[in-house]
């Protein structure tokens, strides 16, 4: 079985719809006795209220993992997750992670944001310089 039939037999069990995304985090990987056992960078390939799909260069092999991103402001958000797969990826070689998010609602929620709009920022960089002229020119109003 390929990766696009993998996919979509995964996409079907979803409790939360995936958008497509590429971020790049930091993870921080521990073991059941919570004793840290790797650490390292990935890339989110899709993301949900749910969890990611994060891909490295080698398998994670653990039970909890902590993403760690930057928000738009530059601040460190952190969120918690269980390591529930890891698969090979047969078109990149790399691993693939499928990681449930854990943790408060609160902190969900700003790691999502904070992963969409880094995925925003990366495909239109146009859009941030506007909203920097727009700022300006607002407080110089003032």
């Known amino acids: 079985m390929d990766d696009q039939q993998s996919a979509k037999i995964a996409d079907e069990r979803r409790e939360y719809p995936r958008i497509e995304t590429e971020n790049h985090v ?4 521990f073991n059941a006795g919570r004793e840290i056992t790797d650490q390292g960078q990935g890339k989110i390939l899709n993301l949900s209220q749910g969890g ?7 398998p994670l092999v653990g039970s909890f993992v ?5 928000d738009p402001h530059g601040k460190k958000v ?4 269980r390591l529930a797969n890891v ?3 047969e078109k990149t070689g790399g691993y693939q992670s499928g990681i449930e998010f854990k943790g408060s609602r609160e902190q969900k929620i700003r790691a999502i ?3 969409v709009k880094d ?7 146009e ?3 506007r909203l920097y002229a727009v700022k300006s020119l607002g407080e110089s109003f003032k």
């Open 52 to 58: 990611t799909l994060l891909e490295t260069e080698n």
């Open 127 to 129: 859009r941030k310089n």
């Open 26 to 29: 930091s993870y921080i990987l």
């Open 78 to 81: 952190k969120v918690p997750g």
């Open 113 to 115: 944001v904070a992963f």
């Open 66 to 70: 902590i993403l760690v991103a930057l």
């Open 119 to 125: 995925a925003s920022r990366r495909r239109h960089p």
């Open 87 to 89: 698969r090979q990826s």
